[in-house]
């Protein structure tokens, strides 16, 4: 019984809170200043653009500018393709069968 009467106290102090402490739930990032929308409503303003489209863009920028620079340096050290010999005058290629 007088557990009963410990969870009857609790809960009614629990009732009796003022709403002016109850905890809620905002978002981290309120809105405090220019709106920043995504890259493709406003791609010729990259300071409008929200972080992450930002980041993106730059990493993707970033990464076409180091493969575009390994293709131009490495470009001109082809490998000379093996040329095939000719067969000496008189001597015929024989072609090998397999078992």
Do not use: I
Not at 6 to 34: C, E, I, M, Y
Not at 40 to 58: D, N, Q, Y
Not at 68 to 81: I, L, M
């Amino acid at each position: 019984m007088a557990m009963f009467q410990k969870l009857g106290a609790s809960s009614r102090l629990l009732r009796s809170v003022s709403p002016q402490l109850t905890q809620t739930r905002n978002f981290a990032a309120d809105a405090h200043g220019s709106t920043k929308v995504p890259m493709w409503t406003a791609p010729g303003s990259p300071s409008t653009w929200k972080e992450e489209h930002f980041v993106f863009v730059s990493l993707a920028g970033w990464g076409a500018l180091f493969y575009g620079g390994y293709k131009f340096f490495t470009s001109g050290s082809k490998k000379v393709a093996a040329v095939a010999e000719p067969c000496p005058e008189g001597m015929e290629r024989v072609k090998v069968a397999k078992h």
